[in-house]
């Protein structure tokens, strides 16, 4: 009978797993710590379409994260060998449960409980979400062999790197703008986690794929290209059907496709787009100063925290 070993984490399992646990827990937040109440005045001022095309690309979003946090990471934990990266991949996936509570607080702050309702039926309705998840969901239930918890890892690394941005667009939009700027720095804290969720991700399946044979390997590509194109055609759709109202629709997918070559540099592979400029606009609304001051309140994007504290002593106090 073999023993069942507790996770020790005074030996390393490799050199880079504890690096991604303390920069998880340095980055750890949750919804109320965000005033979202500051942008009732901001919601007023958005025409129909725009607020519209918020609370869809919110409910969109909330049906990405509820999968991964509820599916995706818990599969993949399931399969992936060390016992501290179980653990980090665990708190991911508690991290992606936030996010998906993250855009209820919107939700709260902005519409009635009959809005919200509608935007969830919608996202129920929607063929081009609705065919982003069943296709990723398929991947992670999938997963019994080395190949398929690679190719289960590389539809993680699409979805965080890759297929939630056509949805952050909008909200970073507005945000760069200094519109919605509370739930934008809510997008900019998720933004922020979803960069090491795909990085340690990508890392772990660029692993996964170096022990496959040659034929797997081959396989495993072949499939990885196919996924890849079949989401991408998805996405555009998608970006055509919520933002033509707006004109924003080939922003979006500029946008998608700058995230689409993230993705593909986090599994170790060379960038499928050629380099192109995204709208300034939105490198505004992604930017790293926090766009909330009051330190001692509330914290926001730039807040990070303390995990190595080391006590005063009498020479702190010598200046010369």
Not at 63 to 80: A, F, N
Not at 113 to 125: K, L, M, Q, T
Not at 154 to 162: D, G, I, N, R
Not at 178 to 187: A, L, R, V
Request: proline share 2%; charged share 25%.
């Amino acid at each position: 009978m073999t023993a069942i070993k507790a996770v020790n984490w005074n030996r390393q399992e490799d050199d880079f797993t504890m690096t991604f646990w303390n920069q998880n827990i340095m980055q750890f937040w949750t919804d109320d710590e965000i005033p979202l109440s500051d942008d009732k005045m901001s919601w007023m001022n958005l025409n129909d379409d725009q607020r519209e095309l918020y609370m869809k690309v919110l409910g969109g979003l909330t049906l990405l994260d509820t999968i991964q946090g509820g599916v995706g990471m818990p599969r993949i934990l399931e399969h992936v060998d060390g016992l501290q990266r179980k653990a980090v991949i665990g708190f991911m996936a508690m991290m992606e449960q936030i996010h998906a509570k993250s855009y209820s607080s919107i939700f709260t702050t902005v519409s009635t409980n009959e809005e919200i309702d509608a935007v969830f039926r919608w996202v129920e309705d929607n063929r081009y979400l609705q065919t982003k998840a069943e296709t990723i969901s398929a991947y992670y239930k999938s997963i019994d062999s080395k190949k398929s918890l690679y190719l289960a890892m590389a539809a993680s690394v699409l979805l965080e790197s890759y297929l939630f941005y056509s949805g952050f667009f909008y909200p970073l939009y507005l945000a760069g703008q200094g519109k919605m700027t509370s739930s934008g720095e809510i997008i900019d804290l998720i933004l922020r986690d979803e960069s090491i969720h795909g990085l340690y991700v990508g890392v772990l399946a660029q692993e996964v794929f170096a022990d496959l044979t040659e034929d797997e390997q081959d396989e495993a590509r072949e499939t990885f290209n196919g996924l890849f194109h079949f989401l991408h055609e998805n996405e555009e759709g998608y970006a055509d059907e919520i933002y033509s109202k707006v004109g924003l629709e080939e922003e979006v997918k500029s946008f998608m496709r700058y995230n689409a070559n993230k993705a593909f540099m986090n599994l170790g592979l060379e960038p499928f787009f050629p380099e192109e400029d995204i709208n300034p606009i939105v490198l505004n609304g992604i930017s790293t100063r926090t766009k909330q001051h009051d330190f001692f309140s509330k914290k926001g994007n730039g807040y990070i925290r303390t995990i190595h504290v080391e006590p005063l002593t009498d020479e702190d106090f010598i200046f010369n």
